[in-house]
T-cell receptor
């Protein structure tokens, strides 16, 4: 089964609003990453947060990590139509030696 | 710096045939991972290679195989294709092990099995 699960599965907002996506996982991790995928394309890495970090920012992106709850959230502020895409969280741990992806959240930003 | 290159981008095969997909990682990256993406199963890990050695393998049948060459380029092969193998196959490279950092993905090879 997948390590990560995103919530919600789909999110539709107006341009300028904030979008929040959540990710839950099951086992201990080294780091958690967020990726974006435009329809039918490859994934683009957005941000990585390590297990000893609680919050990280990159431009309009803010990621939080709560290892006690085994969950993470991705906040996109002041969304734009170009943010329309699927967003995936991926977890990695030393034992697995691989990144395991969740099912993704499909974000639609209406102009 | 050139990104991850996957070829072919699109291909159509019939059941029972075999297919080989190619991936050229970013220069200097020694780790290459392969994923299968389908609407029903999401992103499923196939295998990961580092310095020509397969270090991890996902839960796929033996029809799925891969290899990595000394220049870090990688290929994956699927034999005796089934309809359910229709998917987007994604290759990702990393300068370190996947557990240490981000993955850099190619645009994928979309396989349709008829």
């Amino acid at each position: 089964s997948q390590q990560g699960e995103e919530d919600p599965q789909a999110l539709s907002i107006q341009e300028g609003e904030n979008a929040t996506m959540n990710c839950s996982y099951k086992t201990s991790i080294n780091n958690l990453q967020w990726y974006r995928q435009n329809s039918g394309r490859g994934l683009v890495h957005l941000i990585l947060i390590r297990s000893n970090e609680r919050e990280k920012h990159s431009g309009r992106l803010r990621v939080t990590l709560d290892t006690s709850k085994k969950s993470s959230s991705l906040l996109i502020t002041a969304s734009r139509a170009a943010d329309t895409a699927s967003y995936f969280c991926a977890t990695t741990n030393t034992n697995a030696g691989k990144s395991t992806f969740g099912d993704g959240t499909t974000l639609t930003v209406k102009p | 710096k050139a990104g991850v290159t996957q070829t072919p981008r699109y291909l159509i095969k019939t059941r029972g045939q075999q297919v080989t997909l190619s991936c050229s990682p970013i220069s200097g990256h020694r780790s290459v991972s392969w994923y299968q993406q389908t609407p029903g199963q999401g992103l499923q890990f196939l295998f990961e290679y580092f310095s020509e050695t397969q270090r991890n393998k996902g839960n796929f049948p033996g029809r799925f195989s891969g290899r990595q060459f000394s220049n870090s380029r990688s290929e994956m092969n699927v034999s005796t294709l089934e309809l359910g193998d229709s998917a987007l196959y994604l290759c990702a490279s990393s300068p370190r092990t996947p557990s240490e950092g981000e993955l850099f993905f190619g645009e994928g090879s979309r396989l349709t099995v008829l």
